[in-house]
């Protein structure tokens, strides 16, 4: 694709395009910036027609973009998930995962740490809604963070805590925080399907290198999932 | 609960290990003492509200029979 858009430049910058040359590239380029990436182009770069020069050239996308970095899965065995060596050249990061654990009890919770701190540094704070009911909680000079709910061992099978997690300007100067967001059932009556917002705070300016979600309690199953994505803010 | 796992960025590569005697001993420590678990607020006001109600009806029945027992004789 990118050798017949680059023919079709040579032919433009000789003159001996069709008459409506512009349109065609721009078809072209439409075209193959919905391909999957090519090796011509630099990450995150998209091809542009520039028009004063009669060329075709990659540019940056100025335009907000999300990539994937890693994804984690559980095994059965572990209660901790590390996303290590976090790449310093995003502006924000998001994880988006689900989640069961096999410890004890039907609902449970994942908590949160950055650059494995697990001193008292964090606080948290959740509201819950469930039928009509709402409810807050929240703790201070924790050694961890509350951040999504999730199922546990005897909730009905296939009941998982699905959820994303936000976390804005992870490099910046700031004290550092996450958002996380889950609804998970664990069972089939009213009330028994929940929403839990959970802001997580962490008593640190420091840059955000990795990130720990660790079970409450017993181990992430072997069908819990979590994606890392990288935000770039755009022009 | 004795493993770990950890996602290199850079790679990819997930790998799982034996926790430390230190996250081992955290673990433990935390199990022990868990974060506090959410209240409903709203059902616990509820519940002090009719436990209030109550006591005001057996004040006000004791305070009926008190005003009885005072009734002059004849």
Redesign the interface.
């Known amino acids: 694709m990118v050798r017949e858009v680059d023919a079709i430049s040579e032919d433009i910058t000789l003159g001996t395009a069709s008459p409506d040359p512009e349109s065609t590239i721009e078809a072209l380029i439409k075209a193959h910036n919905n391909l999957p990436r090519d090796t011509d182009l630099s990450d995150g770069q998209l091809l542009s027609w520039n028009a004063s020069e009669g060329v075709l050239e990659g540019v940056d996308n100025g335009a907000y973009a999300v990539e994937k970095?890693?994804?984690?899965?559980?095994?059965g065995?572990?209660?901790?998930?590390?996303?290590?060596?976090?790449?310093q050249t995003y502006r924000h990061l998001q994880i988006v995962g689900s989640a069961r654990l096999d410890g004890a009890g039907a609902a449970s919770v994942v908590l949160l740490r950055f650059n494995g701190d697990?001193s008292a540094n964090y606080d948290?704070q959740?509201l819950?809604g469930n039928d009509t009911?709402?409810?807050?909680?929240a703790?201070v000079a924790?050694?961890?963070g509350?951040i999504l709910g999730a199922t546990a061992v005897t909730a009905p099978a296939n009941e998982y805590g699905n959820g994303t997690i936000d976390i804005p300007d992870y490099t910046g100067p700031q004290l550092k925080s996450a958002r996380g967001n889950s609804v998970y059932r664990y069972g089939t009556s009213v009330g028994e399907l929940r929403i839990e917002d959970f802001g997580a705070w962490w008593d640190s300016v420091a840059a955000i290198t990795s990130v720990s979600l660790v079970?409450?309690?017993?181990?992430?199953t072997s069908d819990t999932v979590f994606d890392?994505y990288g935000i770039k803010a755009g022009a | 609960?004795?493993?770990?796992?950890?996602?290199?960025?850079?790679t990819?590569a997930?790998v799982?290990e034996p926790?430390t005697d230190d996250?081992v001993a955290?673990?433990e420590a935390?199990?022990a003492n868990?974060?506090?678990?959410?209240?409903?607020?709203?059902?616990a006001l509820e519940e002090r509200v009719n436990a209030a109600a109550a006591l005001a009806e057996q004040a006000n029945a004791t305070a009926q029979d008190v005003a009885q027992a005072m009734k002059p004789t004849r």
């Open positions: 970095i890693a994804t984690a899965s559980g095994t065995a572990s209660g901790t998930i590390t996303f290590a060596s976090i790449p697990s948290w959740l819950r009911t709402v409810l807050a909680s703790a924790q050694n961890a509350r079970a409450n309690s017993g181990n992430f890392l | 609960m004795n493993n770990k796992i950890i996602v290199d960025c850079t990819g997930q799982e926790l996250e955290e673990r935390a199990a868990p974060p506090p678990e959410p209240v409903d607020r709203l059902a």
